[in-house]
């Protein structure tokens, strides 16, 4: 199984576009089953990933909210 888990791990971060798609789509599933709060929390995760400022202040509305 860690042979197959290796293709997916990468030695750099994601870019915030592809983060940001991948949150939107999961935010799309979430909505799709039901799970209204959720996909809310992720669509306000995926715009905060490009308003990420050294020193702001995650949105309330963000999952794992905390002051930087």
């Known amino acids: 199984m860690s042979a197959s888990l290796s293709a997916y791990v990468s ?24 799970c209204r709060i959720a996909a809310e929390h992720l669509i306000a995760l995926a715009h905060w990933v490009f308003d990420d400022v050294e020193g702001c202040i995650v949105p309330a509305s963000a999952p794992g909210r905390r002051l930087r």
């Open 11 to 34: 030695s750099a971060p994601p870019s915030k576009l592809v983060l940001s798609d991948r949150l939107l789509h999961l935010a799309e599933d979430a909505d799709r089953a039901g």
